[in-house]
């Protein structure tokens, strides 16, 4: 079966070298010619575990990538992957949407085609490119993607469930073709087969109710500050009740990345376009928008609010660990806030193109030209701490495996704020460290 994927971001890509693997034959579709030269050269655009090898293994063979949606006419399944990003207002902005689907309807003929929407789209969406296309004989099928960014190849072949939402259920044949592409998946993997409108809201569904997980710890955290109480003992507590379960209740600065701060705003865009005021998930998107602001201060107050010239070690650029990804970076935003108030920022990341967009961040945005004299990017953890007032720990890396004694020695003030509760504070403590965590001392 011949499949035609357009869009070849996070997603795209993904869905492109994993349905290769399965042995389909693959066109990846894509609007930028260099990405597309590069892709079929087998060099990677995004930096994610396992992906370039992947690439590399079916490229030229199952795997072509091309900016021609010519490809679609003998393709029997398309899976539109194109990006969702936030409009002005908050809304998920369906531009790219939009244009995919006018250039794929180009392409149709009177041959039966499943289209497959895999970008997160407000409710409602796969029935309006329903309606674009309805001169034609094309099933729309809502398929979301729950890919974790850093670990999306292992997500990709081992996912939890399978989401398919269709336009009537009574019609067997988009059904049955959508669970023969997955077949190759252990059989035991949950199928939830619903319609259009479910579909689409169990992605929205997961994302808000794990990111209010982690805003309802970050809350108390603030709270556990104030008090005494330690937050990572009460959530280890907590989260033995089956019921509450142990994943994602981490406190630290915030949720980032690309997509609960945008679906969590575009959510709360849906509820009030249906003239529904969103309470919880609106207090959501606050606290996290808050707890940046909250740790900033915590920083700030230990120095009587005075920063001014003093050099900050910020660990961790990226919005999580084994990406690149920068987008809402909790890191770019405390060093945003730092570099704002005078001080000076020394920035690490382990993955180096991390740090690479992160230089281009700085250069790239003139407003902030000012002070990127200010910011220094390095690619050593030990030189990154040199002389530094403070340790300050953005993104949860285990960094407890490096040398705390080397750091010890090469810091000129022993403080450090860990925005991620990753350290053990214990033995930090031990070592002669002021050690400041979110909701724990
Ligand atoms: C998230 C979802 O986890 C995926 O299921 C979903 O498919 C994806 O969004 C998407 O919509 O495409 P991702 O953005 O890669 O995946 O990141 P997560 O691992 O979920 O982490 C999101 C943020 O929450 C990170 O900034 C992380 O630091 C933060 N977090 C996570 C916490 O602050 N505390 C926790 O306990 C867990």
């Known amino acids: 079966m011949k499949i035609s994927v357009i869009g070849t971001g996070y997603v795209g890509l993904i869905q492109s070298v994993g349905l290769a693997e399965f042995g389909f034959d693959v066109v990846g579709i894509d609007i930028d010619e260099t990405k597309v030269k590069r892709l079929n050269e087998g060099k990677c655009p995004l930096y994610e575990d396992d992906l370039e090898e992947l690439l590399k293994k079916h490229v030229g063979n199952k795997l072509k990538f091309t900016t021609s949606y010519d490809e679609i006419k003998d393709s029997a399944v398309i899976f539109l992957c194109v990006g969702t990003p936030q409009d002005d207002e908050g809304n998920a902005d369906l531009r790219f949407i939009y244009s995919a689907t006018e250039s794929i309807k180009n392409q149709l003929d009177d041959g039966y085609k499943i289209l497959v929407i895999k970008s997160t789209v407000p409710i409602g969406t796969n029935r309006k490119i329903k309606e674009l296309l309805k001169d034609y004989n094309v099933a729309v099928v809502s398929n979301p993607e729950f890919l974790r960014e850093g670990i999306a ?89 089956k019921r509450i379960g142990n994943k994602f209740l981490n406190a630290g600065i915030g949720y980032a990345g690309s997509c609960f701060p945008k679906d969590i705003k575009a959510l709360i865009k849906q509820f009030e376009n249906n003239n529904i005021s969103p309470k919880l998930i609106k207090a959501t998107d606050e606290v996290n928008e808050e707890q940046i602001c909250w740790f900033f201060n915590k920083i700030k107050n230990y120095y009587n609010n005075d920063i001014n010239q003093k050099i900050f070690a910020v660990l961790g650029l990226a919005f999580k660990p084994n990406t690149d990804d920068l987008r809402e970076s909790r890191g770019i935003k405390l060093i945003d806030l730092l570099l704002k108030n005078g001080a000076i920022v020394k920035g690490f990341d382990y993955v180096e193109k991390a740090r690479e967009n992160t230089i281009n961040r700085y250069k790239l945005d003139k407003s902030k030209a000012f002070y990127g004299y200010n910011l220094y990017i390095l690619e050593d953890l030990y030189e990154t701490v040199k002389d530094a007032d403070a340790i300050v720990i953005t993104t949860e890396y285990n960094f407890n495996n490096e040398d705390w004694e080397k750091i010890k020695t090469a810091v000129k003030n022993k403080v450090v704020f860990d925005g991620r509760n990753i350290l053990n504070a214990e033995k930090i403590k031990k070592l002669g460290f002021e050690y400041y965590g979110v909701g724990r001392k």
């Open 153 to 241: 190849v292992y997500d990709f072949f081992n996912p939890e469930r399978i989401v398919l939402g269709f336009e009537n259920l009574e019609y067997k044949k988009p059904i049955d073709v959508m669970k023969e592409i997955y077949s190759h998946f252990d059989n035991n993997i949950p199928f939830i087969i619903t319609d259009w409108e479910s579909a689409e809201m169990i992605k929205y569904a997961s994302n808000a109710f794990l990111a209010t997980k982690i805003s309802f710890v970050n809350e108390l955290s603030k709270l556990s500050d104030e008090v005494g109480a330690d937050i990572k003992i009460v959530t280890k507590a907590m989260g033995i009740d």
